[in-house]
């Protein structure tokens, strides 16, 4: 949620700086700004709405070419997104300039104490005070503008990232972090500051993760890293294994389009080199140690989205092939119920992002309460990998829209693999039954390419839907999220009434929502396997078309049952019944993207969403 980027050296600020923008504006678009200094003057420009306005402000009026520069993309929080609100925040005198991502708690008794003190805020926001704060420190700090930095952190409360620059401390940037994700970036004569590495991948791949209440002070010469006391910082260097091409739409339309396309590959990513020399699955990452995970008595799993959504299938697969009991908890309900959990819980974190505030102070909590916790997490760098007992990364890459895909399968994969380890380590699964899974799930890739070059009837029928109002998915078994995840990825995109059932509620009250022509997507279960499941939902798909429901269903090649009662039938490859959703989750995220296409909507990025969202 909101996207920040920070540069000095020898290039134009202010282009670095917008072209880092434009690849962080997936964290928020309701407006964007940059400050840049020039021969000791701050100059700045800040608009309401998405980059482009900027960018076309900024050719109407060009600002003086500066080395040194800040910007902003913004998800509103306190404030409307206007103009006033926009980030960079300057002070009275217009010599220092604040962006920041995140809630400062206390900002109402901090902004009292400024206005008696003769400040003028001009915005509605919580990051004003910074910058004011920031103002009043910089001459008592000795004009150093990281120490004026610590002094500031020190009174904030809540969670933040900032980043500042003021006209008097030239060739200098400074940025903080509690709880908010900020990122170096290492060039040669040159450094950066960014919410995330794709706003500089074009200029560098060393990056350095900043660890918790850090502030960090960038030259064009090196980069010094202190805690917020002034003591020495705490961080980790890394190498971004990906570069800028990643990053960019490779000729799609929209970065989703592409990233549906990736999903074979991505699945694939993350499969690769599971199998050790001995035949056995390793997670490298997985530094629990073996004693532990035979003594845990019970998982938990904790995510929000489509994170949550992948939870809930690890579910099934945790409990078939561990007998473990598996709970499932929305972040943002789970600590503020006083779960219970010991030293015996295993509590694993789902996050693409590793960003997410509600899902990092869960596994905060769960730690507190003695749980080891393995975090699931697409991005290397970021808070809950790197406070987590264990990692478990996905490899899909960078995921930029907004609305989740590639992530979502991975997720599952990673999923699926950890439920085996957990198998493996406690002596649920024999060695050749894991194998064949495993040899199972590298079949996926080849099998979700098949669901892809089969598209296009369900783009023309999600074209044929552009006018409805309402669509509900059904599904039984690992076929519920999947249901839920559909109705999501349609709510988000097309921004209509969705939602997703059991099957087996339907009866329960739902069902009255049925009228004549309401589509109704069905996630069949497979008939082989747990087949009294697919006989029972091929009851309900009979129940609502009784009753005028347009049945669009998804079913297995050669399930012929269904035919009958099928207004639209997508077929979905042949699967094990577990990892089914790795092929019926694609052709709802297609039809999603194509409604929302023909509906003439954004879908990179959907009206009121940000990919990461930081705050609670
Ligand atoms: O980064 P995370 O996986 O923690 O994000 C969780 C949700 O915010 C995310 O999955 C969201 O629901 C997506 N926009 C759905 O497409």
């Known amino acids: 949620?909101?996207?920040?980027?920070?540069?000095?050296?020898?290039?134009?600020?202010?282009?670095?700086?917008?072209?880092?923008?434009?690849?962080?504006?997936?964290?928020?678009?309701?407006?964007?700004?940059?400050?840049?200094?020039?021969?000791?003057?701050?100059?700045?420009?800040?608009?309401?709405?998405?980059?482009?306005?900027?960018?076309?402000?900024?050719?109407?009026?060009?600002?003086?070419?500066?080395?040194?520069?800040?910007?902003?993309?913004?998800?509103?929080?306190?404030?409307?997104?206007?103009?006033?609100?926009?980030?960079?925040?300057?002070?009275?005198?217009?010599?220092?300039?604040?962006?920041?991502?995140?809630?400062?708690?206390?900002?109402?008794?901090?902004?009292?104490?400024?206005?008696?003190?003769?400040?003028?805020?001009?915005?509605?926001?919580?990051?004003?005070?910074?910058?004011?704060?920031?103002?009043?420190?910089?001459?008592?700090?000795?004009?150093?503008?990281?120490?004026?930095?610590?002094?500031?952190?020190?009174?904030?409360?809540?969670?933040?990232?900032?980043?500042?620059?003021?006209?008097?401390?030239?060739?200098?940037?400074?940025?903080?972090?509690?709880?908010?994700?900020?990122?170096?970036?290492?060039?040669?004569?040159?450094?950066?500051?960014?919410?995330?590495?794709?706003?500089?991948?074009?200029?560098?791949?060393?990056?350095?993760?900043?660890?918790?209440?850090?502030?960090?002070?960038?030259?064009?010469?090196?980069?010094?890293?202190?805690?917020?006391?002034?003591?020495?910082?705490?961080?980790?260097?890394?190498?971004?294994?990906?570069?800028?091409?990643?990053?960019?739409?490779?000729?799609?339309?929209?970065?989703?389009?592409?990233?549906?396309?990736?999903?074979?590959?991505?699945?694939?990513?993350?499969?690769?080199?599971?199998?050790?020399?001995?035949?056995?699955?390793?997670?490298?990452?997985?530094?629990?140690?073996?004693?532990?995970?035979?003594?845990?008595?019970?998982?938990?799993?904790?995510?929000?989205?489509?994170?949550?959504?992948?939870?809930?299938?690890?579910?099934?697969?945790?409990?078939?092939w561990t007998r473990v009991p598996c709970e499932v908890e929305l972040a943002s309900e789970f600590r503020y119920r006083d779960p219970i959990l010991d030293r015996q819980t295993l509590v694993i974190t789902i996050s693409q992002s590793g960003e997410t505030m509600d899902t990092l102070m869960a596994q905060r909590h769960a730690r507190e309460q003695g749980a080891k916790v393995l975090a699931i997490c697409n991005t290397n760098g970021s808070t809950m990998p790197r406070e987590a007992d264990a990692v478990l990364y996905t490899h899909a890459g960078p995921e930029v829209a907004v609305a989740s895909t590639k992530a979502f399968l991975t997720q599952l994969v990673a999923c699926y693999l950890v439920a085996l380890y957990l198998g493996q380590t406690r002596g649920t699964k024999w060695g050749d039954e894991i194998t064949e899974v495993i040899e199972q799930l590298a079949a996926m890739p080849e099998q979700v390419d098949k669901v892809l070059d089969t598209m296009e009837p369900v783009r023309e029928l999600a074209r044929s839907l552009k006018d409805a109002t309402s669509v509900l998915f059904l599904g039984r078994h690992v076929g519920f999220p999947v249901a839920l995840e559909g109705a999501l990825k349609l709510k988000e995109l097309a921004y209509m009434h969705a939602e997703g059932f059991a099957a087996g509620e339907l009866k329960h009250g739902p069902i009255a929502l049925i009228e004549d022509g309401l589509p109704v997507v069905v996630v069949v279960p497979s008939p082989r396997g747990r087949s009294v499941l697919h006989d029972k939902i091929v009851s309900n798909i009979q129940e609502i078309r009784a009753r005028g429901a347009k049945t669009i269903v998804i079913a297995e090649e050669g399930d012929e049952a269904v035919v009958p009662y099928a207004d639209h039938l997508i077929r979905i490859p042949v699967t094990p019944v577990l990892l089914q959703p790795l092929v019926a989750t694609v052709p709802l995220q297609v039809f999603a993207c194509e409604l929302a296409t023909a509906k003439g909507h954004e879908v990179d990025q959907p009206r009121n969403l940000a990919k990461s969202v930081t705050v609670e």
């Open 1 to 320: 949620m909101c996207g920040i980027v920070g540069y000095v050296g020898e290039k134009s600020a202010l282009d670095v700086v917008i072209e880092g923008l434009r690849r962080l504006e997936y964290r928020g678009y309701d407006s964007a700004g940059v400050a840049v200094l020039t021969d000791g003057v701050l100059v700045s420009d800040k608009r309401a709405g998405k980059l482009q306005n900027l960018e076309k402000a900024l050719q109407d009026t060009p600002l003086p070419v500066g080395k040194t520069g800040l910007g902003h993309t913004r998800w509103a929080t306190h404030g409307a997104p206007t103009d006033a609100n926009a980030h960079p925040h300057l002070d009275n005198a217009g010599k220092v300039a604040v962006v920041h991502n995140g809630i400062i708690e206390n900002f109402a008794a901090l902004r009292a104490e400024l206005a008696e003190r003769g400040h003028t805020l001009l915005s509605e926001t919580d990051t004003e005070v910074v910058t004011h704060l920031l103002a009043e420190q910089f001459e008592p700090s000795g004009r150093d503008l990281a120490e004026a930095m610590r002094r500031v952190c020190r009174r904030l409360e809540g969670a933040f990232t900032l980043v500042a620059v003021h006209a008097d401390a030239p060739d200098v940037v400074v940025g903080a972090r509690r709880n908010s994700p900020l990122v170096v970036g290492r060039g040669e004569g040159e450094n950066f500051l960014a919410s995330d590495v794709a706003a500089f991948i074009a200029h560098t791949r060393e990056a350095v993760e900043l660890g918790q209440d850090q502030v960090v002070e960038l030259r064009r010469e090196g980069v010094t890293i202190t805690d917020f006391a002034g003591g020495p910082g705490t961080f980790r260097e890394y190498h971004v294994d990906w570069d800028a091409s990643a990053a960019e739409k490779d000729g799609y339309d929209y970065f989703m389009l592409k990233e549906i396309a990736e999903q074979p590959k991505a699945v694939a990513d993350t499969l690769l080199g599971r199998i050790g020399a001995d035949g056995r699955l390793t997670l490298d990452e997985v530094r629990i140690p073996d004693q532990v995970l035979r003594e845990v008595d019970k998982v938990v799993i904790i995510a929000c989205g489509t994170s949550f959504h992948a939870a809930m299938i690890a579910k099934y697969a945790i409990e078939h």
